[in-house]
């Protein structure tokens, strides 16, 4: 309503209240919500995701904090992906100090690093990560990053076992006093097949090697997609 009467800017701060990203998901939200919407049945569904996005894309508005919090600790998240943006989104929006750690040379996660450009551009990812760090959100990547946090074999520093192998004692030497584990699913199942001399790579490893560059898989003759939803898809394309 508030789009349609000319007013994006309020519009947007009602899409922020609840969703810190809304570029991210306003092109990728599988938007299940509107299979069951309430709407279905009369007029159509509710275009929830597309709206939003139009609103994002509409609007901009200042990044604005409220007054830092003293004397309560600055908190660690683990991951830059869209649940560690959020998550840091809150925490800086709340005043408390917060730093995002990630082994990857910048922030955004599967969106960024994984999921292919054609589905979504920089630009959209950009600007949610833009105002979270407005917001006063501090990124630590890549070898810095690493020496603190593994996110894919958990042995990390000296916090061999801990979830993502995190190293508490390092985080606690650094004046941090609560960490946030948001590493999202990196380890994928296994896919049991008979036989031998077949090389088996998982989806998001084959997209993030071709995100990058990555020509590993340029001399494949004969290629085999298992599965059929985006992620298989996006392999396929």
Not at 11 to 17: C, E, G, Q, S, T
Not at 196 to 220: M, P, T
Request: a neutral charge; charged letters at 20%.
């Amino acid at each position: 309503k508030m789009l349609a009467s000319g007013d994006a800017q309020k519009a947007l701060k009602i899409v922020l209240a609840d969703n810190p990203l809304p570029h991210i998901t306003g092109v990728l939200c599988d938007h299940q919500c509107q299979t069951v919407c309430s709407r279905v049945d009369y007029e159509g569904t509710v275009e929830i995701r597309g709206m939003k996005l139009k609103v994002a894309q509409a609007a901009s508005i200042p990044a604005a904090a409220t007054t830092r919090v003293q004397g309560k600790g600055k908190a660690a998240v683990i991951g830059a992906g869209p649940a560690g943006l959020a998550c840091a989104h809150y925490l800086a929006l709340d005043g408390y100090p917060v730093t995002v750690f990630d082994e990857a040379d910048s922030p955004g996660g599967v969106p960024a690093n994984v999921i292919p450009r054609f589905r979504i551009s920089r630009e959209d990812i950009a600007a949610d990560i833009d105002r979270i760090k407005a917001l006063g959100a501090e990124f630590v990547f890549g070898a810095e990053a690493r020496a603190i946090v593994s996110q894919k074999d958990g042995t990390a520093g000296t916090g061999q076992g801990t979830p993502a192998g995190v190293d508490v004692a390092a985080l606690k030497a650094r004046g941090f006093t609560s960490i946030v584990i948001a590493t999202g699913a990196p380890v994928p199942r296994d896919l049991p097949l008979s036989g031998s001399g077949i090389k088996v790579v998982d989806a998001l490893e084959f997209l993030e090697a071709a995100h990058s560059g990555n020509h590993e898989f340029d001399a494949a003759k004969a290629v085999v997609v298992t599965g059929g939803g985006n992620t298989a898809m996006d392999a396929a394309r």
